[in-house]
């Protein structure tokens, strides 16, 4: 199976802005609820954040499902064309996306600054285990959309 690039890409960018502003909302909202102080108050790093840290749970879910929504719809609409999906067609629909989110993450949170942009330091280095895990999930989600349409033939 070949990859296709434009629908990949689509659906990445979709997924991409979804979880971004789900994130941001779900930290904003618990902002307002928990009343909790912010980092520059406290002088911390953004990662040591009371909301940062009381949220990143739910950040983690919050890819993991949009992430896996989107190989699905991905996957599931090259099923329909095609009548069949690969375990490598999956496998490297997960690569194109790593890619993409590294390179989608360094323009949005680091090169362009903002009051929500960050050195490569504290971007990649403070926010382990937190942007590994993120990453893992980009990569292996549409393996596991492969695992559950083929579970529903």
């Known amino acids: 199976m070949e990859l296709n690039f434009k629908k990949a890409f ?5 997924a ?7 994130t941001f909302a779900s930290s904003i909202v618990t902002t307002l609820i928990f009343k909790l102080p912010s980092y520059k108050e406290l ?13 990143v749970p739910y950040h983690l879910l919050i890819n993991l499902i949009c992430w896996t929504f989107f190989s699905f719809l991905y ?18 629909l997960g690569i194109f996306w790593l890619v993409m989110a590294m390179i989608a993450d360094y323009i949005s949170f680091v090169l362009i600054k903002s009051p929500m942009s960050f050195t490569p330091y504290q971007f990649y280095i403070e926010n382990q285990p937190w942007i590994s895990i ?16 083929r579970l529903k033939r």
Do not use: C, Q, R, W
């Open 43 to 55: 002088g911390v790093s953004p990662f040591k954040d009371p909301t940062f840290l009381k949220t």
């Open 75 to 92: 996957l599931k609409s090259k099923k329909k064309e095609n009548n069949d999906i690969s375990g490598s067609e999956a496998i490297y």
């Open 16 to 22: 991409f802005v979804i979880v971004t502003i789900l």
């Open 134 to 149: 993120m990453y893992f999930f980009v990569l292996i989600t549409p393996l596991i959309s492969y695992y559950i349409l």
């Open 10 to 14: 689509l659906n990445f960018v979709y």
